[in-house]
């Protein structure tokens, strides 16, 4: 199964950039997603922004909602392709799942960078994408 992991903070525009980075370069389809936030109101607005995307990108993919941030390495098994987006998750979130495992069990560990940090809370359409890029990290330390 192909799982993405989606982390948030406060802010649902981040992280629902990162999968829309994603699903527009073709890097990854997932099957299911899931959505890593402390942030109950953020995790909830960005599971209704993620459903008319996915359509819009014809997938129709199961989407779950975790407060645990350690669940990534529980999904993260050998008969999964899972990649993390780490885009709008907040610093200590990302430490905490990066440093608790192995993260080489991710195929892909997704950051959507951009210029200013306004414009990554901004829909990604309205981004001027000249300023952007979509980096695996996973691509750049193995």
Not at 23 to 33: H, N, Q, V, W
Not at 71 to 79: I, Q
Not at 95 to 121: M, N, P
Request: glycine share 6%; aromatic share 6%; with cysteine.
């Amino acid at each position: 199964m192909r799982i993405y992991i989606s982390m948030t903070g406060n802010d649902h525009w981040p992280a629902l950039n990162g999968l829309w980075a994603v699903l527009r370069e073709d890097t990854f389809r997932p099957e299911r997603l899931v959505i890593l936030s402390p942030h109950e109101k953020a995790a909830g607005e960005l599971e209704r922004r993620m459903r008319p995307l996915l359509t819009e990108y014809g997938i129709a993919a199961d989407i779950i909602t975790s407060d645990d941030q350690l669940e990534a390495f529980n999904l993260a098994r050998e008969d999964h392709q899972v990649a993390l987006d780490i885009t709008g998750g907040d610093n200590e979130g990302v430490a905490r799942v990066l440093i608790h495992g192995d993260t080489r069990r991710f195929k892909h560990v997704f950051c959507l960078h951009t210029e200013s940090h306004t414009d990554i809370s901004k829909p990604f359409p309205l981004i001027d994408q000249r300023r952007t890029r979509l980096i695996d990290i996973m691509d750049e330390v193995l």
